[in-house]
T-cell receptor
Framework: EAGVAQSPRYKIIEKRQSVAFWCNPI?????LYWYQQILGQGPKLLIQ????????DSQLPKDRFSAERLKGVDSTLKIQPAKLEDSAVYLC?????????????FGPGTRLLVL | AQSVTQPDIHITVSEGASLELRCNYS??????LFWYVQSPGQGLQLLLK??????LVQGIKGFEAEFKRSQSSFNLRKPSVHWSDAAEYFC????????????FGAGTRLFVKA
């Protein structure tokens, strides 16, 4: 079974530029998560989708971050414009459902450096 | 507010020695607790989880964790560490917000010396 795929793996941009990350979840998984992991910290949930609807985006900085999950499959996370403090690893995860008993499967992440 | 504390930023153990990683949580309701491992360049992998029942939980790779409600702790243990266990370990609590959200601790990096 293929795992969660993310691209690109690394990205370096200058502040005020825009960037987009892509995630393809495990086939058949209804729930998709985007996390931000700043160096020295644990992952922080940015947004959670159930199929193509948003379940939780309370910690997404909506003035600069946006995310979509068209057709309830793959997803894109965008930052525009980027700030220095956005430097982090962006992790995508998926689960078959959105309940507490569902195991989340994580992708390898996209490491973003904002200069 | 809900939170997870991992008091040790890093720990070094000798190969073959026992391991205990500490985790304390703050959550008013029944906690759902997890331990994840993150190896360099890889995503997080679930080691084990606790929802209810037996407070001693067995996981993959020979790990176990014990839930102690009175101490708000969920410590991870392994009787004999292998060099391949060197990684970052994250404790997490699942909370019910209408949906379900996972809150992670800051992690403990494990170094294994020969």
């Amino acid at each position: 079974e293929a795992g969660v795929a993310q691209s690109p793996r690394y990205k370096i941009i200058e502040k005020r530029q825009s960037v987009a990350f892509w995630c393809n979840p495990i086939s058949g998984h209804a729930t998709l998560y985007w996390y931000q992991q700043i160096l020295g910290q644990g992952p922080k949930l940015l947004i959670q989708f159930q199929n193509n609807g948003v379940v939780d985006d309370s910690q997404l900085p909506k003035d600069r971050f946006s995310a979509e999950r068209l057709k309830g499959v793959d997803s894109t996370l965008k930052i525009q414009p980027a700030k220095l403090e956005d430097s982090a690893v962006y992790l995508c995860a998926s689960s078959s459902g959105g309940g507490v008993i569902e195991t989340q499967y994580f992708g390898p992440g996209t490491r973003l450096l904002v200069l | 507010a809900q939170s997870v504390t991992q008091p040790d930023i890093h720990i070094t153990v000798s190969e073959g020695a026992s391991l205990e990683l500490r985790c304390n949580y703050s959550y008013g309701a029944t906690p759902y607790l997890f331990w994840y491992v993150q190896s360099p360049g890889q995503g997080l992998q679930l080691l084990l989880k606790y929802f209810s029942g037996d407070t001693l939980v067995q996981g993959i790779k020979g790990f176990e964790a014990e839930f102690k409600r009175s101490q708000s702790s969920f410590n991870l243990r392994k009787p004999s560490v292998h060099w391949s266990d060197a990684a970052e370990y994250f404790c997490a609590v699942g909370i019910n917000t209408g949906g379900f959200k996972t809150i992670f601790g800051a992690g403990t990096r494990l170094f294994v010396k020969a």
